[in-house]
C-alpha cells in the first residue's frame, strides 16, 4: 500500500507521470509567473510546470518583455519541475527572438528535472545558462 507521501514523492521524482496516473484535477498544469525588472534587466520568473496548456501566457510575458527593449532577458527556473515539448519549442523561438532584438537571453538556477531535459535535448550548448548567485554578481550589481 503506498501512502500518501510515498506517492507526493514519487510524483516529484517523476511529474509526467501524474499526467497518466493522477486524478483528472492533477492533470491541468499549472504555473505561476512573476517578471521583475532592473533598467535594463528582465527577470521572468516561472513556478510550477511549463506546459502546453500555459505556453500562451508565457508568450505575452515574453511579448510584453521584449518590447520594454531590455538587454537582457533572464528566465529563473528553480522553481519550474516540468518542461514539456511545446514548452521547449517555445523556449528556442524565444532563442530566436532574442537574436533578432539583440536581446541576451539567459537561464538560471534551473532545476534538477530541467536541467536534465535540457541535457537530452543539447539545449545546454545553445542556451546561456549560469547561476543564480553568477547572474546576479555580473548583471543586477551593477544596477
Known sequence: MYTSAKVK???KKFPFLRYLFG???DK??????KVEEYSKIIVVRL???FFLGN???VELIWEESIAKNPDIIAIDCKKLYFIDSPAIGTLVKFLNDSAVYDIKLMFF???????R???TAKLNRVFTITTKKEFEEKYLKKV
Open 55 to 57: 505556453i500562451r501566457d
Open 23 to 25: 486524478s483528472f484535477q
Open 9 to 11: 514523492l514519487f510524483y
Open 28 to 33: 491541468v498544469p499549472s504555473m505561476d509567473i
Open 117 to 119: 531535459v535540457f541535457q
Open 109 to 115: 538556477d534551473l532545476s534538477d528535472s530541467v536541467i
Open 47 to 49: 513556478d510550477g510546470e
